[in-house]
Protein backbone atom coordinates (compact mmCIF):
# COMPACT_ATOMS: atom_id res chain seq x y z
CA UNK A 1 0.00 0.00 0.00
CA UNK A 2 1.32 3.33 -0.80
CA UNK A 3 0.14 6.32 0.92
CA UNK A 4 -1.06 8.73 -2.28
CA UNK A 5 -2.60 11.69 -0.36
CA UNK A 6 -0.20 14.59 1.71
CA UNK A 7 -0.42 13.32 5.82
CA UNK A 8 -0.55 16.00 8.15
CA UNK A 9 1.11 16.23 11.54
CA UNK A 10 -0.59 17.44 14.92
CA UNK A 11 0.17 20.91 13.62
CA UNK A 12 -1.47 20.45 10.02
CA UNK A 13 1.79 20.36 8.68
CA UNK A 14 3.26 17.82 6.32
CA UNK A 15 4.04 14.90 8.76
CA UNK A 16 7.91 14.55 9.19
CA UNK A 17 9.97 11.62 9.06
CA UNK A 18 9.79 9.25 12.56
CA UNK A 19 12.61 6.66 11.73
CA UNK A 20 14.01 4.75 8.73
CA UNK A 21 16.22 3.37 11.06
CA UNK A 22 14.19 1.18 12.23
CA UNK A 23 12.10 1.45 9.53
CA UNK A 24 8.77 2.52 10.92
CA UNK A 25 4.54 3.30 10.07
CA UNK A 26 2.17 1.14 9.51
CA UNK A 27 2.81 1.33 6.06
CA UNK A 28 6.54 1.16 6.57
CA UNK A 29 7.18 4.15 5.13
CA UNK A 30 9.56 5.69 8.07
CA UNK A 31 6.32 8.27 8.83
CA UNK A 32 3.57 7.61 11.31
CA UNK A 33 0.91 7.60 8.37
CA UNK A 34 -2.21 6.25 8.44
CA UNK A 35 -5.40 4.86 6.60
CA UNK A 36 -8.60 3.09 7.08
CA UNK A 37 -6.16 -0.21 7.13
CA UNK A 38 -4.49 0.83 10.39
CA UNK A 39 -7.15 0.31 12.55
CA UNK A 40 -4.40 0.30 15.52
CA UNK A 41 -3.92 4.09 14.41
CA UNK A 42 -0.50 3.81 14.50
CA UNK A 43 0.52 7.68 14.63
CA UNK A 44 2.17 8.68 17.39
CA UNK A 45 6.18 8.91 16.90
CA UNK A 46 7.76 8.38 20.03
CA UNK A 47 11.41 7.40 21.41
CA UNK A 48 11.16 3.90 22.79
CA UNK A 49 12.48 4.11 26.70
CA UNK A 50 13.17 0.59 28.61
CA UNK A 51 10.33 1.23 31.07
CA UNK A 52 7.72 1.85 28.25
CA UNK A 53 9.30 -0.96 26.29
CA UNK A 54 8.68 -2.96 29.79
CA UNK A 55 5.03 -1.76 30.38
CA UNK A 56 4.34 -2.55 26.58
CA UNK A 57 5.78 -5.84 27.10
CA UNK A 58 3.44 -6.38 30.67
CA UNK A 59 0.42 -4.89 28.52
CA UNK A 60 0.51 -7.80 26.12
CA UNK A 61 2.41 -6.11 23.07
CA UNK A 62 5.95 -6.75 23.33
CA UNK A 63 8.02 -4.89 20.82
CA UNK A 64 11.58 -5.26 22.38
CA UNK A 65 12.13 -9.53 21.50
CA UNK A 66 12.90 -10.17 18.15
CA UNK A 67 10.52 -11.87 16.03
CA UNK A 68 12.78 -12.97 12.58
CA UNK A 69 9.66 -15.03 11.14
CA UNK A 70 7.88 -11.34 10.89
CA UNK A 71 11.58 -9.71 9.49
CA UNK A 72 11.25 -7.88 13.29
CA UNK A 73 14.53 -7.14 14.84
CA UNK A 74 13.04 -6.09 18.31
CA UNK A 75 13.08 -2.12 19.24
CA UNK A 76 15.53 -0.64 21.50
CA UNK A 77 15.56 2.14 23.90
CA UNK A 78 16.68 5.15 22.03
CA UNK A 79 14.37 3.58 18.80
CA UNK A 80 12.00 5.74 17.20
CA UNK A 81 8.58 3.74 16.40
CA UNK A 82 5.14 4.49 15.15
CA UNK A 83 3.05 3.58 18.17
CA UNK A 84 -0.70 3.03 18.86
CA UNK A 85 -1.76 6.23 19.72
CA UNK A 86 -4.56 4.03 22.15
CA UNK A 87 -1.16 2.55 23.84
CA UNK A 88 0.37 5.99 24.06
CA UNK A 89 -2.50 7.54 25.86
CA UNK A 90 -2.49 4.30 28.11
CA UNK A 91 1.16 4.64 28.80
CA UNK A 92 0.14 8.23 29.77
CA UNK A 93 -2.35 7.59 32.17
CA UNK A 94 0.30 4.38 34.00
CA UNK A 95 3.01 7.27 34.06
CA UNK A 96 4.82 5.53 31.23
CA UNK A 97 4.90 7.46 28.48
CA UNK A 98 7.54 7.73 26.29
CA UNK A 99 9.11 11.44 24.92
CA UNK A 100 6.83 12.47 21.63
CA UNK A 101 8.08 13.88 18.45
CA UNK A 102 5.18 16.55 17.78
CA UNK A 103 6.14 17.14 13.41
CA UNK A 104 6.46 13.31 13.00
CA UNK A 105 3.04 12.63 14.63
CA UNK A 106 0.02 12.11 12.79
CA UNK A 107 -3.22 14.72 13.48
CA UNK A 108 -5.13 11.61 13.57
CA UNK A 109 -3.60 11.12 17.10
CA UNK A 110 -5.56 13.80 18.52
CA UNK A 111 -8.53 11.89 18.44
CA UNK A 112 -7.50 9.42 21.12
CA UNK A 113 -4.51 11.41 22.47
CA UNK A 114 -4.47 14.83 25.24
CA UNK A 115 -2.66 17.02 22.88
CA UNK A 116 -1.33 18.99 26.17
CA UNK A 117 -0.03 15.52 27.22
CA UNK A 118 1.56 15.16 23.81
CA UNK A 119 3.01 18.86 23.84
CA UNK A 120 4.33 18.15 27.43
CA UNK A 121 6.02 14.95 26.11
CA UNK A 122 7.73 16.41 23.00
CA UNK A 123 11.08 16.12 22.25
CA UNK A 124 10.84 19.04 19.62
CA UNK A 125 9.13 21.70 21.38
CA UNK A 126 11.20 25.08 22.80
Known sequence: MTVTRIQKNVFAE?????????LTGFFRTGCCE???ED??????????????LAF??????DLSTPRP??????????????LCAARWQEAYEAGA??????QATHEAA???CDFAALKAHALDLS
Open 39 to 52: VGLHCVCVELTAEF
Open 34 to 36: TGP
Open 110 to 112: LDV
Open 69 to 82: EFGFDGLLPGDRWC
Open 56 to 61: SKAAGN
Open 14 to 22: QIATCSDDP
Open 97 to 102: APKVVL
